[in-house]
């Protein structure tokens, strides 16, 4: 009955809670402080698809709660893209303000072509899904928009702010 299915959105939430926890914890062992980076754009993202989801005033059910995983999932991978792509540039003897200004140009359309084919995607899962397919595709399309918003801009926006903190010698970065 009911309560089947509210034990199992709870175990789903506690679920994707020591999830987000070891993705943070393993993001913050590898990249070092540019993992503070990417928990900072992930909680942003969090929050902004929490509001609209409470917006639309979405009920929280299993496939929900599996599109915010997968949007957090995401979101960690195109955070590794771009730290990834950041060390490149700076083994290329790159500056780090050129380096990251390099690294979010060249990363961009491929951040945009995965999201926009997650998108396609999403689009056929509410056009011909049932109501908890239809769930799944709608938190799944409100996370990837907010996963580019928060990929580009706010971890864009986070390292330009602890670069122009730093002293204009700052040779390095911690990735």
Same mark, same amino acid.
Not at 51 to 60: C, I, S, T
Not at 102 to 113: M, Q
């Given at each position: ?5 509210? @034990? ?32 900072? #754009? ?19 059910? $299993? ?13 960690? @991978? ?10 490149? &540039? ?14 979010? &140009? ?6 945009? @072509? ?7 995607? #999403? ?16 938190? $799944?399309?409100?996370? $990837? ?15 330009? $702010? ?14």
């Amino acid at each position: 009955g009911p309560t089947l299915g509210a @034990d199992s959105v709870r175990a789903g939430v506690l679920a994707s809670i020591a999830g987000l926890v070891m993705v943070i914890l393993f993001m913050l062992v590898y990249y070092k402080l540019s993992g503070i980076n990417a928990v900072v #754009a992930m909680v942003c993202n969090l929050v902004i698809l929490l509001g609209f989801m409470a917006y639309l005033e979405a009920v929280m059910t $299993l496939p929900g709660i599996a599109g915010f995983i997968l949007t957090m999932g995401i979101g960690v @991978d195109s955070n590794v893209l771009i730290f990834e792509r950041i060390k490149e &540039e700076l083994a290329a003897q790159r500056g780090p303000k050129a380096a990251i200004k390099a690294s979010f &140009e060249r990363v961009f359309l491929t951040l945009l @072509d995965t999201h926009v084919t997650s998108l396609i995607a #999403a689009a056929f899962l509410f056009q011909f899904g049932t109501g908890p397919i239809r769930g799944f595709a709608t938190t $799944l399309t409100i996370g $990837l928009l907010t996963n580019l918003f928060t990929s580009i801009f706010v971890s864009k926006t986070l390292f330009e $702010l602890v670069l122009s903190r730093r002293q204009t010698t700052a040779q390095t970065i911690s990735i």
